[in-house]
C-alpha cells in the first residue's frame, strides 16, 4: 500500500527552494543508509545546460524532459533493488507528478524553512554565485507538498546530522542502522 509504515523506499527525492540544503543534506542522508547518492541537475539534457549558462531561466517545456529522465533514473534504481536519495528541487507539484508517478516507494523529502534563514545560507556559501532575486522568485514558484503526497517535512533550522536522523526517524528506519527498519514488520 501507498507509504506504508515500515516500506521501505527505494528512492528519496530530497526537495525545496535553493539554499535550502539539498545538496547537503542528500549526501549525508546517502551516506547514513548506505545508499547512492544523486544530484538530479546532472540530468539536463545538453540544451539546458546550454540555456542556464547563458543565463536564460528555464521553461516548464524545457523541464519535462529533464524531470523524465529522472523518472527514468528512479524506475532504473527500484528495478535493480538499488536505493538512491536524489536532490532535486522539484519546487512544484506538476514536477513531483512525473518523478514519483504512482509510486508508493519513492518518497518525497521536503526540506522548510524560513526565507531569512535560506538567503543567510546563501550569504555564506562561498562557490556559488546567485543572481539577486533568485530566492524570491524561488518561494513564489514552490508549491510545498501536500499531505495527500505522504511527504517527509523537516526543518531546516537544526544541524545536518540531526535534520538526517528526522528523516531516518520518519522514515520508520533505525537511526543507528539506517538501512534497518526500527519495528518488525508483520
Ligand atoms: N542544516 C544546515 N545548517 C547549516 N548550514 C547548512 C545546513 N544545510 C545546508 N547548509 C549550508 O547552506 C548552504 C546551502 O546548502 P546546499 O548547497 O546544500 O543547498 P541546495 O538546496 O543544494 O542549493 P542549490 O539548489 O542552489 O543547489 C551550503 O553552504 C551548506 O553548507
Ligand atoms: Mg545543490
Known sequence: MAGEAGEIPCALVVMGVSGSGKSTI???????????YEDGDRFHPASNVAKMSAGHPLTDEDRWPWLQAIADEIDRVCKAGEHAVIACSALKRAY???L?????????????????????????????????GLLDSQFKTLEPPEAGENPITVSIDASVESI??????QLGLDPADGA???RNRA
Open 26 to 36: 542528500a549526501d549525508r542522508l546517502a551516506a547514513r543508509l548506505s545508499w547512492s
Open 96 to 98: 513531483r507528478t512525473i
Open 100 to 132: 514519483v508517478h504512482g509510486r508508493s516507494d519513492v518518497r518525497i523529502v521536503f526540506l522548510k524553512g524560513t526565507q531569512p534563514l535560506i538567503a543567510q545560507r546563501l550569504a555564506e556559501r562561498k562557490d556559488h554565485f546567485m543572481p539577486p
Open 164 to 169: 538526517v536522523d528526522d528523516i531516518v526517524r
Open 180 to 182: 534497518r527498519p526500527s
